[in-house]
């Protein structure tokens, strides 16, 4: 009996002593490092920018990432990411079969990821095939996010749990523990019926953070995938000692303290590799950096570099080689720089970039013999998710200018369809542009082969004076109310018709037809596919219309000069011309002029006789 106390007693000095030369290097040690990522965007190449200069400059790549990672990591190091990191490049189309991101993330020594809203942009069901093939890899973590029943919600189930899916992990740093957890905002990509909802973000992070600590975490980190520009409330509310905020968050050179929370962003596409060394002990920052990611600054990795190679060549085989295009090679030259909405001047209004997805879209579609008119095509200005700048133009960034959504095929990119539409439909069409969205450039319609002119002199829903269409190269001609338009555009767009008449109070319609003048409603039949069947998409069109070039003396296809200058998607008409107020004029323009003209005129009448009766008051007088 005294041998087990005398063993016992040992045995708790002994743990004691363990804890105390625990606390002593803890105390001894320098800070935990976070290196972090975020709005990766499957940016696995590098990728072209401007710079402040207006100058096209390289940046990003994982191989380069690698390095950076690599380069800066020590003992005390866990590695992160916010988020949003599988949707964006060609790369994505291998996302179910191969996970190409999370497979690179795991060879570059990630501890922990989250997933952001644009993780879930082609479906929940393809999501959760991409974690089931990742299988286990860097800690995925999540604590507000949750999957309902039906085929999706299955797959989310079965990859998140064959990922090793959690709410929080833990994760040793030299003596530190820290615990990692992530937290979503809802947008537009987590749609009700993809079948994943976020809980309350609020609830689920203080809930996290304390299971974290009675864990033995040291520090907590929360990555916070967010369409918030300001989290002091959100970091109020919730203990952690650092968020990393990806998604909708500015990105900020230098970290911002809400509290005793230490709040960092990185830049998106790999751009830069956030540093943040922190003191566990009282929270304070002993160093933070974000370090550029070029060619010019580092190393490719090899072993990236490879995995990276055997992924093109799977991006080559499955996808690209089916459109002519070879990921090796350029897909032609662009002597100039073509720009999207986002990159727009003051000075600037429309995009050059609109103009070549739209010209593409118009010649994927062959003609009917019955057509009445010449086709246009019609996007919103949000569909076109790259900017082409001048040189060689790889089949990647042919890919990013219009990657849109995923077709019923599993091909990333939004496909193409032709249907119908009468000369007053778009009129009409023309009208909720103009009264739904000229406050929201991104939502604007951009017209191909197709434009307006309005008046701000008539009421609204009636502002819309004429549109015209493209009959010859250059020449324009006035729609006729009754005549059949072909249109070529997306799928998703004429959903979104029924929604914009009602928030214009039902007074505006739209009809979308076939070629033989019938109501249509089943708009995938109407999909435009090539001459081996395969559906066409935004981006696969351009490909096509490449043949259109002239070559240059390389052997390389070169942009035409026609591009330079975008071209005017809708005039405004300041005359009080009659002929331009009262043309297409309904009877809403009626009233609205019959208002102006009639009240002046009955008060002028009304004056009048009163002058008279005055008038003749006074003569009565004087004669009397």
């Given at each position: 009996?005294?041998k ?16 105390v ?150 994760i ?63 970091a ?30 990185a830049d ?33 990795d ?39 909405y ?26 009917s ?49 032709h249907?119908?539409m ?17 406050d ?19 009421p ?30 997306t799928?998703?767009?004429?959903r ?8 214009t ?36 069109a ?5 043949e ?21 998607q ?11 107020l ?23 009448i ?19």
């Open positions: 009996m005294k087990m106390m005398r063993w016992f007693m040992a045995l708790c000095v002994g743990w004691a002593s363990v804890n030369i625990k606390t002593d290097i803890k105390a001894a040690s320098d800070p935990v490092r976070i290196l972090f990522t975020h709005d990766l965007m499957d940016h696995i190449d590098p990728y072209k920018t401007l710079n402040e200069e207006n100058e096209s400059v390289t940046y990003g790549g994982y191989a380069y990432l690698a390095s950076a990672v690599s380069q800066y990591s020590n003992e005390r190091t866990v590695v992160l990411d916010a988020g949003n990191f599988s949707t964006g490049t060609m790369y994505a189309s291998l996302s179910a079969s191969s996970a190409p991101d999370l497979a690179l993330m795991k060879a570059m020594g990630y501890d922990a990821v989250t997933l952001g809203s644009a993780d879930f942009r082609y479906g929940a069901e393809r999501t959760g095939q991409m974690l089931k093939t990742a299988g286990e890899g860097p800690a995925l973590v999540a604590a507000n996010l949750e999957f309902a029943s039906g085929a999706a919600g299955t797959a989310m189930k079965e990859g998140w749990a064959a990922a090793g899916g959690s709410s929080g992990a833990l040793d740093a030299g003596p530190y523990t820290v615990g990692v957890f992530g937290i979503m905002d809802p947008d537009e990509n987590m749609a009700e019926e993809q079948r994943v909802t976020v809980t309350d973000q609020l609830t689920a992070a203080s809930d996290t953070v304390n299971a974290l600590k009675k864990e033995g975490a040291d520090l907590v980190v929360c990555l916070y995938s967010t369409v918030q520009e300001d989290l002091s409330e959100f109020a509310g919730v203990s952690a000692d650092v968020i990393i905020a990806g998604g909708s968050y500015p990105a900020s050179e230098q970290y911002e303290k809400a509290g005793s929370t230490v709040i960092v962003s998106q596409y790999g751009k830069s590799l956030g540093l943040l060394d922190i003191d566990p002990s009282d929270g304070s920052v002993a160093g933070y950096e974000k370090i550029q990611i070029s060619d010019s600054s580092f190393e490719a090899e072993e990236i570099s490879e995995m990276i190679s055997g992924f093109r060549t799977q991006v080559q085989d499955k996808i690209m080689k089916r459109f002519g295009l070879d990921t090796e090679k350029p897909a032609f030259r662009a002597p100039y720089s073509l720009t999207t986002e990159r727009l001047s003051g000075s600037r209004r429309y995009a050059e970039a609109a103009d070549l997805v739209t010209d593409s879209m118009i010649e994927a579609y062959s003609p013999s019955s057509d009445e008119a010449k086709a246009v095509a019609i996007i919103t200005e949000d569909m076109i998710t790259g900017t082409l700048f001048a040189g060689t133009v790889s089949a990647n960034e042919l890919f990013q200018l219009a990657s849109g959504e995923i077709g019923s095929d599993g091909i990333p990119g939004t496909n193409i369809i249907c119908y009468r000369g007053e439909d778009l009129l009409a069409l023309c009208e909720m542009d103009l009264m739904l969205n000229a929201n450039p991104s939502k604007q319609m951009h017209f191909g082969r197709m434009r307006y002119e309005y008046s701000m002199n008539r609204e829903t009636n502002r819309v004076i004429d549109v015209y269409t493209e009959e010859a190269d250059g020449y324009y001609v006035a729609i006729t109310g009754d005549r059949l338009y072909p249109v070529i555009t799928a998703s767009f004429l979104t018709i029924p929604e914009m008449i009602e928030k109070g039902n007074v505006l319609t739209c009809n979308v037809y076939d070629e033989t003048g019938r109501a249509l409603t089943d708009y995938d039949v109407m999909t435009i596919r090539n001459g081996d069947g395969a559906a066409v998409k935004m981006w696969s351009i490909a096509s219309y490449i259109h070039f002239d070559r240059g003396s390389d052997g390389i296809d070169v942009l035409p000069d026609n591009y330079r200058t975008a071209r005017r809708r005039t405004k008409i300041s005359s009080l011309n009659v002929i331009k009262f043309k297409h004029a309904g009877q809403a323009t009626l009233d609205f002029w019959l208002k102006i003209v009639a009240i002046p005129l009955a008060a002028l009304g004056l009048n006789i009163l002058v008279w009766l005055i008038n003749l008051k006074k003569r009565k007088e004087t004669n009397e």
